[in-house]
């Protein structure tokens, strides 16, 4: 008995994933999800060109510091294209395909980070701004995202309601953006800025590969089947070989990313923890995970020497036995970086300045509708005017306002709408009455009043 019930449980939920997470349902004919990767794989004429010019607006972006901007050029490259190309590639053991599509790649990479070093070594805007920085060092999230919008995209290739996932992955995963700060390394001479941006570049390539080739493999697509098993088993010990040569990098950068991650983690839990002290406050944090150390601008009531060695002590806890405590406290120039604190308060300025303005513009959009409202300014304009023209040619002028209307007796107040119609002659009852039901349903006013003026 306990065994039928176990069965039954099982099939219920086995029945309950079956119609809510099938992707046969909804799976696009195979071959029209091969053909439609295929398309996008090469980079010649139009899509070469496409390119370069979402290359230039991106530059555009990063270096005017506009996120709309960056996100219009994202939407605009062709960049998913053979990077989805290499993944469905590994899944059907298509070495053609691969080769079209790593070679498209490499053609593709080399156009964006060459249009946009000449871009930058032309714009006299040559500052790096907030979003171009932010661009120079992946973490774990970045390698998170790339592999499931790499998911998304292919799943969603691989259905008939394709919908707007598309646009999204490209705009999720960022692709564009690394390029272009790349151009930036290039162009300035900054060898970091180069060399993160790629870095975060090949990261989301990689991992957006590697989704393709679990979605392809996941959803059973058909292997490419060779005449020649010879043949077959060489396309396949190339393809295993190409795999591997660009997933160890992959692998071993994604480990760092990891380690470095759980370590600025570990960091930031031992500040919360271990350096909140009553009559101080943490001013500023540096975390280094290269030089293993965590700097700290205390201001307030100076805190002993035998409480920060006591905080250190307890570092080992945190499983930061090899890192470096610095605090600096005081408020004199030479253990405070002035410059640091002098950028965290104009930074802290500027927020609360553009909330203070989100606000304010926000209030001000309120008022003047709740005023247009009011006042009657919506609902007067000129095409009110022609359809009052074509429905009474006897009316000349016509005035719309809003009022409150007090009742002595209850003591409720409510809206009244007053609608001045300028007439040449004296219009009848019908035309009155006519006139009234045309204006409480062109304006949605359900308590109006007609004042006629001839």
Request: charge should be neutral.
């Amino acid at each position: 008995m306990e065994s039928d019930k176990q069965n039954s449980r099982k099939y219920l939920i086995r029945q309950f994933f079956d119609e809510y997470l099938d992707l046969k349902r909804s799976k696009e004919d195979e071959e029209v999800t091969v053909d439609s990767i295929r398309n996008g794989v090469e980079f010649k004429g139009t899509n070469l060109w496409v390119l370069i010019f979402a290359t230039f607006i991106a530059s555009l972006g990063l270096n005017v510091n506009s996120t709309a901007v960056i996100i219009g050029a994202m939407l605009i490259s062709p960049l998913m294209g053979p990077i989805m190309g290499i993944g469905l590639a590994v899944g059907r053991n298509d070495f053609e395909l691969m080769k079209r599509s790593l070679k498209s790649y490499l053609v593709a990479t080399l156009f964006s980070v060459t249009t946009a070093t000449l871009y930058f070594l032309c714009t006299p805007l040559d500052e790096a701004q907030s979003e171009l920085l932010a661009r120079t060092s992946p973490t774990i999230y970045d390698v998170l995202i790339a592999l499931f919008g790499g998911l998304a995209g292919i799943v969603a290739l691989a259905t008939k309601e394709k919908g707007n996932v598309i646009p999204g992955v490209a705009i999720a995963t960022a692709l564009m953006p690394p390029l272009c700060t790349a151009g930036f390394g290039l162009a300035t001479g900054n060898l970091l800025y180069f060399l993160g941006a790629f870095y975060l570049y090949f990261i989301n390539s990689v991992f957006i590969s590697l989704a393709t080739f679990v979605g392809v493999r996941f959803m059973h697509f058909k292997r490419k089947e060779f005449v020649d098993k010879d043949r077959e088993r060489i396309v396949k010990r190339y393809i295993i070989w190409i795999t591997i040569v660009t997933m160890c990098p992959a692998v071993y950068l994604t480990y760092g990313i990891v380690r470095e991650t759980f370590y600025q983690t570990s960091a930031n839990n031992f500040i919360s923890h271990e350096l909140q002290f009553p009559d101080s406050q943490i001013l500023n944090r540096t975390i280094s995970y290269k030089n293993k150390e965590i700097n700290v601008v205390l201001i307030g009531k100076e805190v002993s020497q035998n409480e920060i060695l006591a905080a250190q002590a307890r570092l080992p806890e945190y499983k930061l036995g090899d890192t470096k405590l610095v605090v600096y406290q005081g408020g004199s120039n030479e253990t405070m970086d002035i410059g640091n604190i002098k950028s965290l308060v104009m930074e802290d300025f500027y927020k609360n300045s553009q909330q203070k303005l989100t606000s304010q513009s926000e209030q001000i959009d309120s008022l003047k509708a709740e005023l247009a409202q009011f006042s009657g300014s919506d609902l007067v304009n000129k095409t009110v005017g022609k359809e009052m023209q074509v429905l009474f040619p006897n009316v000349k002028t016509i005035s719309i306002s809003k009022t409150l209307q007090l009742s002595i007796d209850s003591a409720e107040v409510d809206t009244m709408a007053y609608a001045i119609i300028g007439v040449v002659r004296e219009p009848t009852a019908a035309e009155k009455a006519k006139m009234l039901d045309w204006m409480k349903a062109r304006t949605g006013a359900g308590n109006i009043q007609l004042i006629i003026k001839h």
